[in-house]
């Protein structure tokens, strides 16, 4: 079952735009992290948020936590074509800190 | 630091042949994990291991999948027989995270392992 479901499916916006994609999630967490992904590649870590944070910024990216809504977002900032990509909310429930659960996620296209 | 090393990248295979890959992860991470990504969805959990011992397996169909982690490092996930459905890349991650509560489970990924059934 899916513990973290992204919204929108897909997103395209123009170069220099901000994009903002959504995370819900269903119960408790011990953490929220996000992952990008490039097509045909493995994904890589962008930002790690704790239960007991509500924002954190890394470079271009923000993300907040709302655990009273269970929900987070990712915006980008300044948007570039090397955006382009999927992008993945992950969660850790209290009882396995150590699994994370991944969305379906959110796939970006910035157009030049 | 080297990453985190998968093979094969890509393997066709008649529906009930049998598969392995291997994954060698990041040095010193003790918990490694095997996800089953299927074009258009996010990577499942399949195993999760620390060091030699399973953390997770609660979502690997354990009829026809089969891992193991014998040394506490390199990893193997083998499929027999495989399904048509089980076309998909299987991703190979690893952290540092440990069950007694040290370290983040900031995951790294390999590149993966891309399956084709037919």
């Known amino acids: 079952s899916q513990q973290g479901e992204e919204d929108p499916q897909a997103l395209s916006i123009q170069e220099g735009e901000n994009a903002t994609m959504n995370c819900s999630y269903k119960?408790?967490?011990?953490?929220l992290q996000w992952y990008r992904q490039n097509s045909g590649r493995g994904l890589v870590h962008l930002i790690l948020i704790r239960s007991n944070e509500r924002e954190k910024h890394s470079g271009r990216l923000r993300v907040t936590l709302d655990t009273s809504k269970k929900s987070s977002s990712l915006l980008i900032t300044a948007s570039r074509a090397a955006d382009t990509a999927s992008y993945f909310c992950a969660t850790a429930v209290v009882a396995n800190a150590g699994k994370s659960t991944f969305g379906d996620g959110t796939t970006l296209t910035v157009k030049p | 630091e080297a990453g985190v090393a998968q093979s094969p990248r890509y393997k066709i295979i008649e529906k009930r042949q049998s598969v392995a890959f291997w994954c060698n992860p990041i040095?010193?991470?003790?918990?490694l994990y095997w996800y089953q990504q299927i074009l258009g969805q996010g990577p499942k959990l399949l195993i999760q291991?620390?060091?030699?011992?399973?953390?997770?397996d609660s979502q690997l169909p354990k009829d026809r999948f089969s891992a193991e982690r014998l040394k506490g490092v390199d990893s193997t996930l083998k499929i027999q027989p495989a399904k048509l459905e089980d076309s998909a890349v299987y991703l190979c991650?690893?952290?540092?995270?440990?069950?007694?509560?040290?370290?983040?489970?900031?995951?790294?990924f390999g590149a993966g392992s891309r399956l084709t059934v037919l």
């Open positions: 991650a690893s952290s540092s995270f440990r069950t007694e509560g040290s370290g983040a489970n900031v995951l790294t």
């Open positions: 119960t408790s967490i011990n953490n």
């Open positions: 040095s010193g991470h003790a918990t």
């Open positions: 291991f620390q060091n030699n011992g399973v953390v997770d």
